[in-house]
T-cell receptor, first 115, second 112 residues
Framework: LAKTTQPISMDSYEGQEVNITCSHN???????ITWYQQFPSQGPRFIIQ???TKVTNEVASLFIPADRKSSTLSLPRVSLSDTAVYYC????????????????FGQGTILTVHP | ETGVTQSPTHLIKTRGQQVTLRCSSQ?????VSWYQQALGQGPQFIFQ???????GRGNFPPRFSGLQFPNYSSELNVNALELDDSALYLC???????????FGPGTRLLVL
């Protein structure tokens, strides 16, 4: 599984856009990039997933350059409730659905949003 | 709301004891994974069950074992508890039609 590197921590203020970049130099052809959010004493929550270019949902955007060796999670106009740990994961997915149940988490990025 | 529930929410055990943690999913998906998350660390994959059979294991000793039942609920059993087993234990099921996982709220285990 491809290893990921992301900043240990980031600080921001309410209303700002936050971009968290993740490096995954050894990403494989069939790997997807997935971001999770985790609040203290809760399970990780799926935010967004992508394979290439740009993906946007109601919560965030995910930018993936052509070489796929990095990705950037963009959170628009953060609020205090966005303070959490954000994990970038890279791993395979297949039609059978079993191999992508084995996620490898790094230490994540602690995002702190200030008033 | 992920539809994944775990019980109990908190548990205190002593070294050498055994513990059973439980997980169930409203969606009844046939794949469930278990993770251990030590304080300040990311979740670490323990093992996965697919159609009641173990389908992959992380770097955890055999005293970590599991079961998956026909209704797709699952148990994680840990024997001979050690102090380092103190952690948040998470289970996760696969999302329907999406290549991702949905996690439960976890069980916080403290081993004294």
């Amino acid at each position: 599984l491809a290893k990921t590197t992301q900043p240990i921590s980031m600080d921001s203020y309410e209303g700002q856009e936050v971009n968290i970049t993740c490096s995954h130099n050894n990403i494989a052809t069939n790997d997807y990039i997935t971001w999770y959010q985790q609040f203290p004493s809760q399970g990780p929550r799926f935010i967004i997933q992508g394979y290439k270019t740009k993906v946007t949902n109601e919560v965030a955007s995910l930018f993936i350059p052509a070489d796929r060796k990095s990705s950037t999670l963009s959170l628009p106009r953060v609020s205090l409730s966005d303070t959490a740990v954000y994990y970038c994961l890279v791993g395979p997915s297949n039609a059978g659905g079993t191999s992508y149940g084995k996620l490898t988490f790094g230490q994540g990025t602690i995002l702190t949003v200030h008033p | 709301e992920t539809g994944v529930t775990q019980s109990p929410t908190h548990l205190i055990k002593t070294r050498g004891q055994q513990v059973t943690l439980r997980c169930s999913s409203q969606s009844g998906h046939n794949t469930v994974s278990w993770y251990q998350q030590a304080l300040g660390q990311g979740p670490q994959f323990i093992f996965q069950y697919y159609r009641e059979e173990e389908n992959g294991r992380g770097n955890f000793p055999p005293r970590f074992s599991g079961l998956q039942f026909p209704n797709y609920s699952s148990e994680l059993n840990v024997n001979a508890l050690e102090l380092d087993d103190s952690a948040l234990y998470l289970c996760a099921t696969l999302g329907q039609g999406i290549k991702t996982q949905y996690f439960g709220p976890g069980t916080r285990l403290l081993v004294l």
